[in-house]
Every structure is written in structure tokens, then in C-alpha cells.
């Protein structure tokens, strides 16, 4: 590339003199940017154009009409609102016959728009050079609310609550309004699973805004990465559409150093009529595409591949555990929390084999962990580190990684699957995301072994109160036990002692180094946050031959903060 630079430049000096599409004996792509003075541009082809000013892209123009109107418009940020990026030059980079590279300069890094010829919207790319250690970097989309009255994602889909609501109700929280019926508006709702996302966006009936993500490896975190992704601006009115490429809404430390270098994208922003089933089509289409050929970048197109098949001590197949390709310089990181590099999800196959396609070459760890199903007694995350990912190879690591498990006949009972989600429990659905579910778990009930089902569990506590589980033993102890509390998330703000027989055994604690808080419950997640696994000893003395008792008893409650279950589970030591 570099070779090429001056050519480039003047290639793109010009487009700036001669208007691009203007000069219609030319040929060459129909993608323009023209400079309007120091901080201006306008950027875009035949059917679409962006007025960029310094920080905001405030202006675009689709089928003669405005679609940002009186809105915030296009920009990129960091760490909130203070941090929106200043571009300071704007330059074709790049061109063929039918597209050219648009390369807006920060101090931070270039974030580049990709224009071709008969595309309505861009592929979009950012390459840091000086980004600070951050938790939140996004780009996004604020757009005029009229053209775009509702939302999507691939677990919401509606009308965003107007703004008149938001006027009309309570604040109960950090963007969370109680309306006069009772009910909540907050922007939390519209969450996701950030890895599960084909298409989504704010649409209408005549236009749609969309971000098609088909790679997702530059995202931080695992399979459970859950974002806000698009919203009602509850000052504004603006129709918001996020792509959040490093966040922090649902986790409780993701701090990130990035290499000069880093990359994230490309992603397509896609505008069209509104229609989903196109929007739907195109998601398609890129996902077959990516690794996008197009893309100049060694770094990006030099990828190779990881198989292997994963066997449990005892024998059993790793059966659709989850796999997750991280960082190698630091693999007792939990998956989550990862976020520098580039990360790989998939989740085995029955017979515990899994094959990760197109991942950048380098030098991985795996973690691997029980996703329910018929490993869902498994507690243990395996971890192989040094796994070297070489151009066009296939590093096979053979069918014998072997995870070690605990003996399934030491298990006293288990309530729940051991998955790192809510899933199976009561009220842990239908939907992932919904403000105050909590409130309606009761205060005190109890669960029996023998008796009751996962499902007679509730997905979460922080009501004063106990939630208890009555297990049976056949014989007095003959060894001692231990407990195992896996919490699907923590939102600090409420604790709890564990009581065995009216001992206390243990404790759920806020503002414990063991408990970094990840805001889940509290920002409407009913599904997973950060996961968090908690080991007490059991002495044998505290233990009964007949019915035993467990209490997660709550000390103090803080409304809409507490913990999400996961499993609870009692083992012979
Ligand atoms: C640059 O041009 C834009 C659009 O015409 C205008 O709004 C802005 O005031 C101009 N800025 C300067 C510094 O001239
Ligand atoms: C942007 O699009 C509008 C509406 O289609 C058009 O009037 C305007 O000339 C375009 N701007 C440029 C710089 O081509
Ligand atoms: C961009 O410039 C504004 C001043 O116009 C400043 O407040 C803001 O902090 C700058 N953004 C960054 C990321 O430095
Ligand atoms: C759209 O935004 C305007 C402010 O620009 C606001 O007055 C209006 O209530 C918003 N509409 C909706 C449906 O929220
Ligand atoms: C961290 O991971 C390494 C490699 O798997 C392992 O040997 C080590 O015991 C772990 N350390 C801690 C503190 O868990
Ligand atoms: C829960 O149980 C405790 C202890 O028995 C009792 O004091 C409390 O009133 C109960 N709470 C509710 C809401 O029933
Ligand atoms: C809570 O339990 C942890 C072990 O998980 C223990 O280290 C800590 O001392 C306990 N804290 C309290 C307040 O009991
Ligand atoms: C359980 O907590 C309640 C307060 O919520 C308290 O009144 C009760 O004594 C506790 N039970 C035990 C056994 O500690």
C-alpha cells in the first residue's frame, strides 16, 4: 500500500477538484468526497450523500430527504460523550472502478468509510493508533426519529417508546423511567446478545438503517457479550442506532490497552426502504462474503484455522460446550473480560468436536465450558493454552484434549444447568432483557431435592427474604462437602449469608474483591452478565443423615440489584 501512496493521493486530489460524479465522461467509481472548508466534507455516490462536519456527520441525504433532520447524526466516541472523536483531514485513500476508501484522521486512528457504486451505505472500519485504555468505544448512528420510528434486534422488535413517554413518566434510575400504569421505559430493553446479531437497526416504512456485523472478532468478550444496541435518545427524540465495538454494559472490568493497529471492522452500515426481509437477505450475503476479499489488510486476510474434540475425564464427549478463542498471554482471564485482540466463539458439536474457520494468525489460548445440555453438570472451564493459528493452516489439536471434571457420583444435588445463563429457570424468559423483573420474585421459597423442578427455581434474588433448598441425605456424612454457587451475574447493591442447618457456610457479598459488580440485573438483563463461580467448604459436622437445609439468606437488599442464578450445587469432597 505504501507504495502506492502518492498515486492514491492524487488520485484523490482529484476527485476533490473534479466532483467525482459530476464529470460523467469519466470513468472510474461514482464515490466522492469533496471538501467544503476546514472541517467540512461531503461524502457519499449517486443515491446517497453524508455532510460531515468535524465531529458529526450531520446531514444525509437518501431519496432527497434529510435523514438525520433535527438529530445528533453520525459520530464516533469513547468512554461517553465527552470523548467524540475531532477529525481533522479526510482523504480517498483508495480506489478501483467501482468503490473508494474514504479515510477520515483522529488522533486517536482512521476510521474509513467504503463506498461502492450501486451501494446504499458504506463498509465501515476503524484502526487505532492512539486510543486510551478504554471500557466503551462505539460508533453510531442518531437519526431523525420520523423516518425511523422502530427498532430492531434479533430479540426485540417494535415502536421505540416517544419521547412524550419518557416526559410523561418517573425517573427511577440511570435512563429508566416508571410510567403512571406502573410499567418501565428504558433504553436497557432493547440489549442483546452482541455475537447473536445478523441485522439490526432503526427503520420505517420507507427508510431502514442497519448494521450488518458479519465478522465479530474484533468485538471483546465471549458467546454471553450482551450490548445496548439501539434506542429513543431520552433527551433528544433521536432514533439511536449503536455499534458498540467495545463495551462494558453488562460487565465489571474490560479495560483494554490497544496496539497501535487494532482493528475493528469492516462492518456494513446499510441503509434501505425498510424492509427487514432485505435487510435480512443482505445479512446473508455478507456472512457468506466474510473474511471480506476486498480488504487490504494483510493483518485481516492472513488467517488460518483451529479443529480439535474435546473428551471429559470420565469419558463423556464435551457436548456443546461453549469454545472460545482468546488471549494467550493471560488465559486465566475469564472469556468476558477479554477484549484487546480478536476473539473466536463457537460451541461443540454432540461428539465434542469443534472447528474455528478464518481466525487471524497468532497465538491463542482456548477456555471451554459447559453450555448446559448433557454436560450441564460440569463446573470446571478447561483451559489449552500456546495454540499457534498459521496462514491457511488447519491446526488440528487431535481428539483427545482432555477435560478434567469432578466424579458425577461425589454430586449431593445440582439446581440448574451449568451453562453460565439463567436458562430453566422461572421468569429467566421469554425475553432476555426487561427492566424490574426481579420484583417479582417472591421473597422466601423453597426448593426440595427429589421434589421440585429447575424451573420451580426462580432466575434471581434480592428481596429480603430466604431462598432455601431442602436436600435429603440417605446416611450420615462420611467426608466433608462443598458447596458450589455459580452466579450468572452480580449487581451490587444486595448480599446474602448461605446458611447450611442455620450455620452460616458462606456469603453472596457486595463490595467484595470476589464480586466486582456488572450491573446485570440493574440494567434489565434476566439472562447472563459476568459469571462468577464461589467454592465454600463444608464440614462434614454441619451435615444430617434426612433433611438438610441451605438458606440464601439476604442481609441487605438493594431494589433491582442482586444476583442472577446460574446452578447451586453440593459435592463430597
Ligand atoms: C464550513 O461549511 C459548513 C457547511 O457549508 C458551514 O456550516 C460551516 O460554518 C463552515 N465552517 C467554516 C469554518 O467556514
Ligand atoms: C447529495 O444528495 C442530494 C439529494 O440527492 C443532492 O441534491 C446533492 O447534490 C448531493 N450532494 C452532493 C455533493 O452530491
Ligand atoms: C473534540 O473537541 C472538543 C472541543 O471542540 C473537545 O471537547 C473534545 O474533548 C474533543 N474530543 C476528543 C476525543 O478529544
Ligand atoms: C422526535 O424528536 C423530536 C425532537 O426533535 C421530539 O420533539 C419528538 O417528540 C420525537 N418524536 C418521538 C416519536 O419521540
Ligand atoms: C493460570 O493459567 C495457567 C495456564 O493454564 C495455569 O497454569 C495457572 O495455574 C493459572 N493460574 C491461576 C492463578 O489460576
Ligand atoms: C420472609 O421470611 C422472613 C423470615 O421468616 C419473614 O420475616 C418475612 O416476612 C418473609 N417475607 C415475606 C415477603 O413473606
Ligand atoms: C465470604 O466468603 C468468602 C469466600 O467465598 C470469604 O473469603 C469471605 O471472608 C466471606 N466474607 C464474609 C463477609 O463472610
Ligand atoms: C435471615 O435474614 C433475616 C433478615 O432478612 C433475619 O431476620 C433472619 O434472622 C435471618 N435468618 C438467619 C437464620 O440468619
Do not use: C
Amino acid at each position: 500500500m505504501r507504495a502506492f501512496g502518492s498515486v492514491v493521493q492524487v488520485l484523490g486530489l482529484l476527485y476533490l477538484i473534479g466532483g467525482g460524479n459530476s464529470a460523467p465522461a469519466k470513468k472510474g467509481p461514482k464515490g466522492f468526497l469533496k471538501q467544503l472548508n476546514d472541517t467540512t466534507w461531503v461524502l457519499g455516490n449517486d443515491l446517497w450523500n453524508l455532510t460531515q462536519g468535524r465531529q458529526y456527520g450531520v446531514r444525509l441525504m437518501y431519496k432527497d430527504k434529510d435523514l438525520v433532520g433535527n438529530a445528533v447524526g453520525h459520530y464516533v466516541s469513547y468512554n461517553g460523550a465527552a470523548s467524540d472523536l475531532n477529525w481533522t483531514s479526510a482523504a480517498i485513500v483508495e480506489s478501483g472502478s467501482d468503490y473508494i476508501n474514504v479515510k477520515f484522521t483522529a488522533k486517536e486512528g482512521d476510521f474509513h468509510w467504503v463506498i461502492y457504486d450501486d451501494l446504499v451505505g458504506a463498509y465501515q472500519y476503524f484502526i487505532n493508533h492512539a486510543l486510551p485504555v478504554l471500557g466503551e468505544f462505539r460508533t453510531l448512528w442518531r437519526l431523525d426519529n420520523t423516518s425511523f420510528p422502530r427498532g430492531r434486534t434479533n430479540v426485540k422488535d417494535g415502536v421505540l417508546p416517544p419521547l412524550s413517554d419518557y416526559l410523561a413518566a418517573t425517573n427511577v434510575q440511570d435512563e429508566t423511567w416508571q410510567e403512571a400504569d406502573g410499567t418501565y421505559l428504558t433504553k436497557y430493553d432493547w440489549a442483546a446478545f452482541i455475537r447473536e446479531q445478523e441485522y439490526y437497526g432503526v427503520y420505517g416504512n420507507e427508510f431502514g438503517s442497519w448494521y450488518i456485523n458479519a465478522g465479530k472478532d474484533y468485538y471483546n468478550g465471549d458467546h454471553l457479550k450482551q450490548e445496548l444496541m439501539i434506542h429513543r435518545e431520552s433527551k433528544t427524540g433521536d432514533a439511536v442506532q449503536l455499534n458498540m465495538i467495545h463495551g462494558t454494559h453488562y460487565q465489571a472490568v474490560s479495560k483494554d490497552a490497544f496496539d497501535d493497529g487494532k482493528t475493528w471492522g469492516p462492518w456494513l452500515w446499510y441503509l434501505n426502504d425498510g424492509s427487514k426481509s432485505d435487510a435480512a437477505d443482505r445479512w446473508r450475503q455478507e456472512q457468506k462474503a466474510w473474511p471480506y476479499k476486498w480488504f487490504k489488510d494483510t493483518a485481516y486476510q492472513t488467517r488460518g484455522s483451529v479443529r480439535g474434540k474435546i473428551v471429559l475425564s470420565d469419558g463423556r464427549p464435551a457436548a456443546g460446550a461453549a469454545i472460545f478463542l482468546g488471549d494467550n498471554d493471560m488465559p486465566n482471564v475469564t472469556a468476558l473480560d477479554q477484549g484487546k485482540r480478536y476473539y473466536y466463539t463457537v460451541y461443540a458439536d454432540n461428539d465434542g468436536s469443534f472447528d474455528i474457520d478464518d481466525v487471524r494468525t497468532g497465538t491463542y489460548a482456548l477456555q471451554t465450558w459447559a453450555n448446559g445440555g448433557k454436560i450441564a453438570d460440569v463446573t470446571t472451564t478447561f483451559v489449552q493454552g500456546d495454540i499457534v493459528v498459521a496462514k491457511d493452516k488447519r491446526t488440528d489439536l487431535g481428539k483427545k484434549l482432555t477435560w478434567t471434571v469432578t466424579d458425577r457420583k461425589d454430586r449431593v444435588f445440582q439446581v440448574g444447568n451449568f451453562d453460565r445463563k439463567t436458562v430453566g429457570f422461572k421468569l429467566s424468559g421469554p425475553t432476555p432483557f426487561e427492566h424490574g423483573r426481579i420484583d417479582k420474585v417472591p421473597a422466601n421459597f423453597t426448593y426440595t431435592v427429589g421434589k421440585s423442578k429447575s424451573s420451580d427455581w426462580y432466575f434471581a434474588q434480592s428481596a429480603l427474604g430466604a431462598q432455601s433448598i431442602v436436600f435429603p441425605l440417605k446416611a450420615g456424612p462420611s467426608s466433608n462437602a462443598k458447596l458450589t454457587v455459580s452466579l450468572a451475574g452480580f449487581s451490587g447493591g444486595s448480599s446474602a449469608n448461605i446458611l447450611l442447618n442455620g450455620q452460616k457456610v458462606g456469603n453472596i457479598t457486595t463490595n467484595s474483591a470476589l464480586l466486582p459488580t456488572s450491573q446485570d440485573t440493574y440494567r434489565a438483563a434476566t439472562q447472563a452478565g459476568e459469571w462468577h463461580l464461589l467454592e465454600f467448604p463444608i464440614d462434614q459436622s454441619l451435615l444430617k443423615q434426612g433433611d438438610n437445609r441451605i438458606d440464601f439468606n439476604v442481609t441487605t437488599s438493594t431494589r433491582w440489584r442482586g444476583w442472577l442464578w446460574d446452578s447451586i450445587l453440593l459435592d463430597w469432597a
